[in-house]
Every structure is written in C-alpha cells, then in structure tokens.
C-alpha cells in the first residue's frame, strides 16, 4: 500500500458548547430510548454530536466526508466505517459547559481480511469542561477496498437470541432517523442519506445507520440497566446495520458488567458492546 506513519501524533483541536438546543434535539431524536439523567445533565454518548469536523463543501471528497490527506491519512481504499471504540468517562457533562475536543492520530495499521485489504486507523479523543477531563475515547476507523474489488469471501453472519437478554429496546431505523442524526453530528458520509450512493457505489442493501448511534443506544441502554453510566464502554461493530428496518437494541447485566448487541431483522449480530460500572 504505502507508508503513512507521518500521520501518527497529529493532532487538532475544537471547542463548542452543551446549548440547550442541542439537548433538545437529541432527545427528540433518541426517545424514548435514552437512560434518565438528572437536571441539567446530559445524556450519555452526547459528546459525538460536540465540536464535529466541519470542512468546507469544495473540500470534501466522493464519500461526503473531508477529503483524506488532511488531519486523516490519505489511505488508499475508498471505503470507510467506524469500527469500534472505547469510552472512559470521567466527570461527564453538563448543560452550559464549554466543552475542547484534543484529538490525536494513535496509529496507522493494514490488515488483510477475509474479504480483501483493510487500513485501520485509531484516533484519541480526549473531551474536556471547566471541571476537567470529562471523556477519554478511542475510536477506530476501518478503512476497505472498493465494492466491487473485493476478494475472498465474507465470514457467516453472527447471529444472537434477544431472549438471553434483559431488556429489549425496538428502534425503527427511518431515513428521517438517520438524517437527523447526521446532522447533529454535521456527518456528511453519503451513505447514510443517499440510497442510490449506498447501493451502487459502496454496496450496500440500503442507507446504512451510523455506528456511533447504535453505540449511543447501547450506552443509554447500559445505563438505564446499571442505574448510572457505564465507567468505561466498550463498543466492537461486527457487521453494517442498514435502514428501512426495525432493529433490537438488547441488553443485559452480569454482575456488575454490561453486555449488550444491537440486532438488525433477521437476527444479525451488528454491534456488541460492554460496559463496567
């Protein structure tokens, strides 16, 4: 492929605040589906919608995204998912905080899968208020060969039984659902919106639902089962959890740990996720 080691420890920073719009809004974009919070106390996984990447339009490429070179390595495979992560919340937030984003590029890795190359990319977060550190987040980035170059085969879906788990949400995954989330989160990757880019190009079933919020359901889902937010989350995608369909957030706990799934229709494991209080 090539060496893109020069984008390891780059880093940048934002700032935004928690207004109560944006409270607003992602509770009348997640209800009834959110744990209970006190006043003045934001939800969990509201940090994804703060201080978002917000490059010009003639700046961005094919995929809707910001075009690669940038803050992000210009890896050579068109096609991009949000892997996975990892959450450690410290003194959370709060309505009213200024809130900074330090984010910083940990490394650059290529892999060779089932179904032909991937380029992982993990990037640091760090989220801080006037309290202090409030969330320490890894997040890992997939990068994958185009539809249609893909070689070898795909590994048999995961399947899992909800009735092993405590509680079940039922989320409709609406195109308006979708949307709306795209735009708190100002996410331009097109196939979340745009269903003739979603199948033709990237080769998908349908519009495809964002990681980051499935992860956000789990996390609200752990918190509503452990009475308080998970100290540290732990969230793996398995397989993409596409549109127009009801899906199973599922959740149970062991102890004093969390584990939960997100299931599409036919029972396919798309998201597995862990929690400790």
Known sequence: MTDLTAWI????????LVTPRLLAEFRATFAPHLAPVSDGIAPPALHWCLAPETPPADALGPDGHAAKGGFLPPVPLPRRMWAGGEIETGSGLRAGDAVTRTETVRDVAFKS???????FV????????????AIRER?????????GAQTGTSAAP??????????????????????????MTFNGHRFHYDQPYATR??????????????AT???????????????????????????????RVCGRVCGTVFEGVTLDAAGHVCMRARGDA
Request: charged letters at 20%; hydrophobic letters at 40%.
């Open 113 to 119: 899968g089932r179904s032909g190359s991937l380029c």
């Open 9 to 16: 420890g780059r880093t940048r920073e934002a700032s935004d």
């Open 139 to 147: 997040q890992d980035i997939v990068y994958r060969e185009a539809a």
């Open 122 to 133: 993990t990037v640091d977060h760090t989220v801080a208020t006037g309290r202090g550190v």
């Open 201 to 214: 190009v990237e080769g998908y079933a349908d519009l495809v639902v964002h990681g980051p919020m499935q």
């Open 158 to 183: 995961e399947r899992d039984d909800p009735e092993a788990y405590a509680a079940i949400w039922d989320v409709s995954a609406t195109p308006t659902l979708l949307f709306r989330y795209s735009a």
């Open 217 to 247: 359901l789990l996390m609200n889902l752990a918190a509503t089962l452990l009475g308080h937010g998970p100290r540290k989350f732990v969230y793996r995608g398995v397989s993409p959890m596409t549109a127009n369909q009801i899906f």
